[in-house]
């Protein structure tokens, strides 16, 4: 082999990662990047490497120059955005899929692969309670989620309007119209985008003040309009946690022949609390369900789920078949056909170790967790004079704003005041023309101290003034 180097490198690689990566999760670290940008080009962007280097020290130098320029996302005082907190078995199982190196494309490349997804698929629709024929892709977050439930549901309206999209494409076909609050997440209309859809198909209805998009408004608008429709619905809007009236929703889907989408990236784990059901009701009459894995699950990046009950239209739109990718009788689940990639990682594996470690009971425990550490700091800041908690908290998310004169001031002050202390990590934000601060309490070790010592903290430097 390659006589000038180490023959210990690569195994001595894995071993310094394995032991650091054992360690960092146990040691106390800032919760904010500690390098400014100039000190973390200094460090990654040296000339093109022109020899090889030892594999060990490649990855002592990529420690040394990542570190300072982390974020504590893992950390449970990180509160700025939905994000999970990579659960240590997902990462353990995440490291062997890459150890394994399989390519979950097709069975043939990765059965293991394949049959992991397979169980995952029917853990979460008995999980989420959703129809047991649904097919599951496994996709990278959300916004992927979102783009191949979207694409099915193109295919399949456009189908019931005679029009054969895998033929005619979207040129020629009749005017497909979605409708979607106008206050609905960002990556939705960016999937929409990426599907072919501009501004002249959209329908944002204006939404109520939690984001959400009344069904009278849509009732109304869905009348107005002829042709092919899909409807997306919400379940857990990003700032304020809210649900949309899905039993309204779908029977207005239904009257229009349309195709009813939610996005329920964290909010549909509300279905797996037996006290929370009600927020979440009616979501089993939709069409498609997008999921992530990387927020509440704890699933280490990337992770979603594009779940479609019509499993033959996901298939029409996802499926990549050549004649070098080949399908033998009796071969199990072809991933492929769920997902928008061909070759791809094995998600199944960090996915399934995730499901097999917390089981139902710990996916309720820490979904239920996170909704009362969310109400606890609501509670504990009603009344705090001059700071209003917008809304009803009735998931994980709390939204702060501040009453008049300067209140974005005000609450750009609170944020950096809070983050200037570092315990923990907060991002102010703009929604529906006020400035707010923003609270998502979701890291799998966050529970009821991190809330007090966060409301905690908020009273102590709202009252000095933010
Ligand atoms: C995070 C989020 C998305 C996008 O998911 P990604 O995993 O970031 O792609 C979509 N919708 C909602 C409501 C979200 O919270």
């Known amino acids: 082999m390659n006589a000038g180097r180490p023959l210990a490198g690569p195994a001595a690689a894995l071993r310094r990662a394995a032991g650091y990566g054992a360690a960092f999760r146990r040691r106390a670290r800032p919760l904010h990047p500690t390098a400014t940008l100039a000190q973390l080009r200094s460090a990654f962007c040296l000339p093109l490497p022109e020899a090889p280097a030892d594999g060990a020290a490649v990855i002592d130098a990529l420690i040394a120059a990542a570190e300072p320029g982390l974020v504590g996302t893992t950390d449970p005082n990180f509160f700025a955005w939905v994000i999970g907190g990579s659960d240590q078995v997902g990462v353990a199982a995440d490291w062997l899929t890459s150890i394994w190196g399989q390519n979950a494309g097709i ?3 990765a059965p293991a692969a394949a049959v992991a997804e397979e169980a995952v698929a029917g853990w979460l629709l008995e999980l989420l309670d959703l129809p047991r024929e649904a097919s599951v892709g496994l996709v990278t977050g959300s916004t992927m989620a979102g783009f191949a439930c979207l694409a099915a549901a193109r295919g399949a309206v456009l189908a019931r309007s005679g029009h054969d999209f895998a033929a005619g494409g979207l040129q020629g076909a009749p005017k497909l119209h979605v409708f979607l609050s106008d206050d609905a997440h960002a990556s939705n209309f960016a999937a929409l985008r990426f ?5 002249a198909n959209l329908v944002r209805i204006a939404p109520d003040a939690r984001g959400l998009m009344p069904a009278g408004a849509l009732a109304e608008a869905m009348a107005a309009r002829q042709g092919p429709k899909i409807v997306l619905a919400q379940a857990g809007h990003i700032n304020s946690g809210g649900f949309e009236d899905f039993v309204a929703i779908s029977a207005l889907a239904r009257e229009h022949g349309a195709w009813m989408h939610v ?9 797996v609390l037996p006290e ?3 927020l979440a009701t009616g979501a089993e009459l939709a069409d498609s369900w997008s999921v992530d894995g990387h927020k509440w699950l704890q699933i ?3 992770s979603g789920f594009a779940i479609v009950r019509d499993a033959g239209a996901h298939r029409a739109a996802m499926d990549i078949t050549g004649g070098y990718l080949s399908h033998a009788p009796g071969d199990g689940r072809c991933p492929t056909e769920f997902s928008p990639e061909l070759s791809r990682r094995a998600r199944g594996f960090a996915a399934w170790a995730v499901l097999r470690s917390l089981g139902r009971q710990g996916v309720r425990e820490m979904v239920r967790r996170h909704c009362e550490a969310a109400s606890l700091v609501a509670a504990r800041l009603a009344g705090v ?7 009803p908290v009735d998931l994980n998310q709390v939204v702060l704003a501040a009453a008049r004169p300067e209140a974005a001031a005000r609450i750009n002050r ?3 005041a809070l983050n200037a202390e570092g315990r923990v990590f907060v991002r102010p934000a703009d929604w529906r023309g006020r ?3 923003r609270l998502s309490l979701i890291n799998c070790k966050t529970g009821p101290a991190e809330a007090e010592a966060l409301a905690g903290s908020i009273r102590n430097a709202w009252s000095q003034g933010g």
């Open 300 to 302: 280490p990046y990337d």
């Open 385 to 391: 004079p001059g700071l209003e908690v917008c809304g």
């Open 435 to 437: 400035r707010v601060l």
């Open 195 to 199: 599907l072919g859809f501009g501004g």
């Open 276 to 278: 929370k059901t009600h």
């Open 414 to 416: 609170l944020a950096a």
């Open 107 to 109: 069975y043939q490349s």
């Open 263 to 271: 996005d329920g990236a964290f909010g549909l784990w509300t279905r």
